[in-house]
T-cell receptor
Framework: QKEVEQNSGPLSVPEGAIASLNCTYSDRVSQSFFWYRQYSGKSPELIMSIYSNGDKEDGRFTAQLNKASQYVSLLIRDSQPSDSATYLCAVNKKDTGRRALTFGSGTRLQVQP | DTAVSQTPKYLVTQMGNDKSIKCEQNLGHDTMYWYKQDSKKFLKIMFSYNNKELIINETVPNRFSPKSPDKAHLNLHINSLELGDSAVYFC????????????????FGPGTRLTVL
């Protein structure tokens, strides 16, 4: 079982719709959760971080965390063609000394004009 | 203002050569990382340094040797390059490793695309 799992997609949504991206993780000691966006040929760009159960909103983006289900999601409202990218879920554990992120393989989002 | 920078952006070289990639961050962060992104876009940690001290060394061939002259710089030297080393290498930094919220948020450099022929 992969530590962080994402559906590779592509997830195709029409412009203006809500895009829903999902991620599950295997290690219950995970403490920090991140969503990054990566355009083709570019570096990962931080969208949001979330640490507590529930929802966290930032503009058109909402991250949702459910630690009991080991599940984190990202909702993008009013999707735009410029949102077309690969979205990477990343998880950090709080064990001794380790602060590197474990990434999922990413979900490719296509927003159709 | 470039936060995390890497040089070179592209590196094309022959098998067996030795090459280095440099990374610098001007964010005042204590922790720096090297990640490798393969052709399937999977991003995997290689090394992590906190205040010039190595804290993570994943299962990476010992042909790869990181070096941190100060906490703002982390370089990666690769000996005897192999075809399988072709990938994009990303440097990243985070404020620290204390575990407090936000200290582990990582910011990535633009990447170095390494092609071994």
């Amino acid at each position: 079982q992969k530590e962080v799992e994402q559906n590779s997609g592509p997830l195709s949504v029409p412009e203006g719709a809500i895009a829903s991206l999902n991620c599950t993780y295997s290690d219950r000691v995970s403490q920090s959760f991140f969503w990054y966006r990566q355009y083709s040929g570019k570096s990962p760009e931080l969208i949001m971080s979330i640490y507590s159960n529930g929802d966290k909103e930032d503009g058109r983006f909402t991250a949702q965390l459910n630690k009991a289900s080991q599940y984190v999601s990202l909702l993008i409202r009013d999707s735009q063609p410029s949102d077309s990218a690969t979205y990477l879920c990343a998880v950090n554990k709080k064990d001794t000394g380790r602060r590197a992120l474990t990434f999922g393989s990413g979900t490719r989002l296509q927003v159709q004009p | 203002d470039t936060a995390v920078s890497q040089t070179p952006k592209y590196l094309v070289t022959q098998m067996g050569n030795d090459k280095s990639i440099k990374c610098e961050q001007n964010l005042g962060h204590d922790t720096m990382y090297w990640y490798k992104q393969d052709s399937k876009k999977f991003l995997k940690i290689m090394f992590s340094y906190n205040n010039k001290e190595l804290i993570i060394n994943e299962t990476v061939p010992n042909r790869f040797s990181p070096k941190s002259p100060d906490k703002a710089h982390l370089n990666l030297h690769i000996n005897s390059l192999e075809l399988g080393d072709s990938a994009v290498y990303f440097c990243a930094s985070s404020p620290g490793t204390s575990g407090a919220r936000g200290t582990d948020t990582q910011y990535f450099g633009p990447g170095t695309r390494l092609t071994v022929l």
